[in-house]
């Protein structure tokens, strides 16, 4: 019983020491301007903006491809934040 959980263990520890190293190596860094967008948005994920999560709702409203009155939940507070915001300028 020994012999077959000692190699799985020690395999799952490579891996994942592996997977950790390489998470740090790899990392994508973000725009800070969709990072101030992101945080002003509700975070519900909903999707009734057509995007999967308010991340990529964000990045969408950076790269020009969203209005400023996308979110449905977030209404017109959220709009009027994103308009008062000067990272919404930026664009």
């Known amino acids: 019983m020994l012999m077959s ?6 395999l799952g520890l490579i891996l994942g020491l592996l997977l ?6 790899l990392k ?25 999560s308010c991340g990529a709702a964000a ?7 969203l209005p400023a009155s996308f979110c449905p939940p977030g209404g017109r507070a959220v709009l009027r934040l994103l308009l008062k915001s000067w990272v919404f300028r930026w664009i």
């Open 5 to 10: 959980v000692m190699p799985l263990t020690l």
């Open 20 to 25: 950790g190293i390489a998470s740090r190596l």
């Open 28 to 52: 994508v860094e973000r725009s800070n301007v969709v990072e101030e967008i992101e945080q002003l948005l509700p975070g519900t994920q909903c999707g009734q903006c057509g995007n999967p």
């Open 59 to 65: 990045q969408a409203v950076a790269d020009g491809n």
